[in-house]
């Protein structure tokens, strides 16, 4: 039998079996679908181009499906069959916003978001894998509308949702705006109760979809139910599986720390871990010597957590799907067991621990002079906490009072040096964002009391610069040796990113034109430090940024920091990437000793694709785990403003709409909405202006700047659904 395809070429297709039959028609489909003549047609239409006998049908009705699973080709209106990407047509993962119309992301990359408005979603939700069709490009701000075509796959069933009055399961998302029937609800199921819930039948042509409740969290606005419902809208990991559990014990009962015979023995010198007052594991250590001609080796030790977590190991493969730990006011989800993160791969003082060390020559003036890296072991000579070093360092009589002088004499010349290495950085272009950071207080009860303030001082400063060193000296040896690992990728931000930044600094009193220039950007940070604006400057200079993600490609450096190689070597105890590196690390260690040689052509096995994939998902497990610890946040921040006795609080500006200005309450970082009516109603509009600086904001007629302050009430707050009502008393300035 012969066929024809569109180019006029023939295809034989041989008497085989079904499977190979299979193969051979969808081979000719693509080729006919692919071909640049081909016109979109229906099943038939194919079958009849390509000339098959009525005995072929099932065969080919399997081909076409079994295309289809596989996204090779999709139907459009008319049942034609295309490629996904012709006939302007789209895959990709669709985002629904809070008001209800839509995002595709692509799945080509190279593709540009389309905007999808509500009625063209087609009951696709957030999350889902959708085939689109591009329509005419229409409206300021878009590139390209679109309409929902086909549903390819459905996110995940499950999501957190309240029980309503009538019996019927509301999704606390509201980007899900259908309301669940419940097959067979538990028999003390109660209103008010916030339940984990899975989808049985989807919104597709019905009027209500159905469900079943998984799981029972609680009374809606307790506190512990909305902690636990934040962590299952996101799937945050529970317990350790018992398999890794019994792995992890094997090694701690064993000798880990016995054979020493492949690592430089650094027990004698003098180490130092610092970390917060309520750090448990102690994943890194520094020592350092100053030599009478003014120059430094610095040590920097890391944990050796691959001694522990070999590669494609069953506690290897549970690190692997975690990604990262998860950091929530007074608890971890840790990405490794306690046994390994608290115990085994602790850097404890006084007792022998396992680490990977790089030791780095300086000159004087902070220029490196050569690096190593080695397999060491090393005894943390003292834990040292952050505000115990800043009052060593800072008051001249507790210096002169401490007992343990070469402890002293370290943290003097790390910290001698370390400022020296921060001044360089700063000339050289690194940016220098400072983002208000705060720890949550609890009472014995566990219950929420109180925030204080995080001072990032030259105590926190001291540690950084030398982890950066590391890193840099680490990415340094991988780009030139070629070893295939995951690099902490930061690449520079779009021009129109650039250019709403310059617009929003220079409506904000601080002019700002692109091309950028990293010397005026860092101006400007340091001309807002200790101001009102201040967050509202950094966050929107954050926010025109890309975001960081890790992959393969050590070429793009980072952009912030502005170094030309850069990963993450220093957390193998809660970042993966930095487990998989030193993994990596391992096999040259062990096909070259000890200490890793200046020049290696030993290329690991590792297949280019594969380490893609790890980094889109260790990056997508980063951002998970940074929006479950800003959830938790907000809530414990909502729970804290409840508890206030007042009423009234001083705001600052930090967004200006035209349906509303956006505060933040001083001292609680809780933002809230005042709406645009209740502004106007103040005598007030909601228009952008320059600020007068240093004049207050008389005239009525007059808009909001950033960084102004207000006077707000709280009139209500809603647990529940973590939100805050606010009313503008009065502009303070």
């Known amino acids: 039998m012969n066929t024809k395809n569109n180019n006029n070429e023939t295809t034989e297709f041989e008497s085989e079996p079904a499977k190979s039959l299979i193969a051979e028609y969808q081979e000719a489909i693509l080729k006919l679908v692919k071909s640049d003549s081909y016109t979109p047609m229906r099943t038939k239409e194919i079958s009849r181009h390509l000339g098959l006998p009525k005995h072929a049908r099932t065969n080919f009705q399997e081909a076409i499906k079994d295309l289809k699973r596989r996204h090779k080709i999709m139907k459009v209106r008319g049942s034609k069959w295309v490629l996904p990407d012709q006939g302007e047509h789209i895959s990709g993962t669709l985002r629904v916003t809070r008001s209800g119309c839509g995002f595709l992301i692509p799945d080509d990359s190279s593709k540009d978001d389309v905007f999808i408005g509500e009625e063209n979603l087609l009951n696709a939700l957030d999350g889902d894998k959708v085939l689109i069709s591009i329509d005419s490009p229409k409206g300021k ?4 509308y679109g309409t929902v075509q086909e549903i390819i796959e459905r996110a995940s069933p499950r999501f957190v949702a309240i029980i309503t009055q009538e019996m019927t399961a509301e999704p606390e998302d509201i980007r899900n705006p259908y309301t669940y029937i419940i097959e067979e609800p538990p ?36 506190p512990d139910t909305e902690i636990a419902a934040i962590l299952a809208s996101f799937n945050a990991p529970g317990d350790f599986p018992e398999e890794v559990k019994d792995e992890v014990y094997r090694l701690g009962d064993s000798n880990p720390f016995a054979d020493k015979s492949n690592r430089l023995d650094l027990t004698e010198d003098i180490t130092v871990t610092i970390d917060p007052e309520t750090a448990r594991d102690f994943d890194d250590a520094l020592s350092i010597t100053k030599n009478k001609d003014g120059t430094y080796k610095v040590g920097i030790h890391i944990a050796d957590v691959s001694h522990f977590v070999r590669p494609a190991g069953i506690i290897d493969e549970e690190a692997r799907s975690r ?31 396992f680490t990977k060390s790089v030791f780095i020559d300086y000159s004087p003036e902070g220029e490196v002079l050569d690096y190593k890296i080695y397999r060491s072991v090393i005894k943390s000579t003292r834990r040292m906490t952050y505000p115990e070093v800043k009052h060593l360092l800072s008051d001249e009589d507790a210096g002169k009072a401490f007992e343990e002088k070469e402890i002293l004499e370290v943290l003097v010349n790390l910290n001698e040096l370390a400022q020296v290495l921060r001044h360089n950085r700063v000339e050289k272009g690194s940016l220098e964002l400072n983002m208000a950071e705060y720890v949550i207080i609890f009472n014995e009860n566990d219950e929420v009391i109180g925030m204080d303030p995080v001072e990032h001082d030259f105590s926190h400063q001291l540690v950084e610069e030398f982890m950066l060193a590391a890193n840099i000296s680490v990415a340094r040896w991988c780009h030139e040796n070629g070893l295939p690992v995951l690099h902490r990728i930061h690449e520079s931000p779009t021009d129109e990113a650039l250019e709403e930044l310059a617009e929003f600094l220079t409506s904000s009193g601080y002019p700002f034109k692109p091309p950028l220039r990293r010397d005026r950007l860092q101006a400007i940070l340091n001309t807002v430090k200790g101001k009102p604006e201040e967050h509202s400057i950094n966050l929107s200079i954050l926010k025109s940024f890309k975001q960081a993600v ?23 105890i809660r970042r993966y990437p930095d487990l998989y590196l030193h993994q990596a690390l391992d096999a040259v260690f062990d096909a070259k000793g000890n200490k890793l040689p200046k020049k290696t052509h030993r290329h690991l096995e590792t297949d280019i694709k594969d380490l893609i994939q790890l980094g889109i998902h260790t990056s997508g497990m980063e951002r998970r785990a940074m929006k479950i ?36 309450i001083k001292d609680y970082f809780v933002e809230g909405l005042l709406p645009r009516k209740m502004v106007e109603n103040m005598g007030y509009s909601t228009k952008e202006v320059v600020p007068s600086r240093g004049k207050k904001n008389s005239n009525p007629e007059r808009g909001f700047h950033l960084g102004q302050l207000v006077r707000v009430k709280v009139t209500k707050i809603d647990l529940s659904a973590r939100s805050c009502q606010l009313r503008l008393m009065k502009v303070i300035n």
Request: proline share 8%.
């Open 141 to 144: 701000g878009f590139r390209h």
């Open 629 to 664: 610890e800003e959830g938790v946040k907000d809530f414990r921040k909502l729970e804290l403003l409840q508890k206030s006795s007042e009423k009234d609080f001083d705001a600052v500006v930090t967004g200006i709409r035209k349906f509303g200005i956006f505060v933040e």
């Open 550 to 572: 890790y992959g393969p490609d050590s070429n793009i450096g980072h952009f912030a920091l502005n170094f030309p190689h850069y990963l993450h070597f220093t957390s193998p």
């Open 323 to 353: 990604s990262t730990s998860i950091y929530l006011p007074g608890r971890v989800i840790p990405m490794l067991p306690e046994e390994l993160s608290n115990d085994l791969c602790s850097l404890r003082p006084q007792e022998e621990r």
């Open 187 to 222: 028999k003390d199921l109660k209103p008010e109760t916030k339940v984990i819930f899975e989808t049985t039948i989807y919104p597709d042509n019905i009027e209500n979809p159905r469900g079943k409740v998984i799981e029972v969290l609680g009374p809606a606005g307790a």
